[in-house]
């Protein structure tokens, strides 16, 4: 299983950038992705979550109303549409995806199974 995330980038406060990630080696149709990001010195930490089947989302606090979390089951792609962009966001941006049929979503990263490598995110002020 791989997962590719790509789409970062410099952008100005208030501005918006997509993030997508990349699925391949397995079909992900009933389980989770979800992106996770880190800034230096801080701990990995959740953003949003999305199951595959239903396509049923879960959002972090700072996430909500600026982020959009979606899939592409027929292209094994999942996008994060970053709105109103703030610089406190940012950070690398990881997406990794649960291992097991029917996991549940989770913001937890210790439950997620497959991580991509980092994507990284930089917003001016």
């Known amino acids: 299983v791989q997962l590719q995330a790509y789409g970062g980038g410099l952008v100005q406060a208030g501005g918006s950038l997509r993030l997508s990630c990349a699925v391949s080696?397995?079909?992900?149709?009933?389980?989770?992705t979800g992106w996770f990001r880190q800034a230096p010195g801080k701990e990995r930490e959740f953003v949003a979550t999305?199951?595959?089947?239903?396509?049923?989302?879960y959002y972090a606090d700072s996430a909500k109303g600026r982020f959009t979390i979606s899939r592409n089951n027929g292209k094994n792609t999942v996008a994060l549409q970053m709105n109103s962009l703030k610089p406190e966001d940012t950070a690398s941006y990881y997406c990794?995806?649960?291992?097991?049929?029917?996991?549940?979503?989770?913001?937890?990263?210790?439950?997620?199974?497959?991580w991509g490598q980092g994507t990284q995110v930089t917003v001016s002020s």
């Open positions: 990794a995806a649960r291992g097991y049929t029917l996991a549940p979503m989770s913001n937890m990263s210790s439950q997620y199974d497959y």
């Open positions: 080696g397995r079909t992900f149709s009933s389980t989770v």
């Open positions: 999305i199951r595959w089947s239903g396509g049923n989302t």
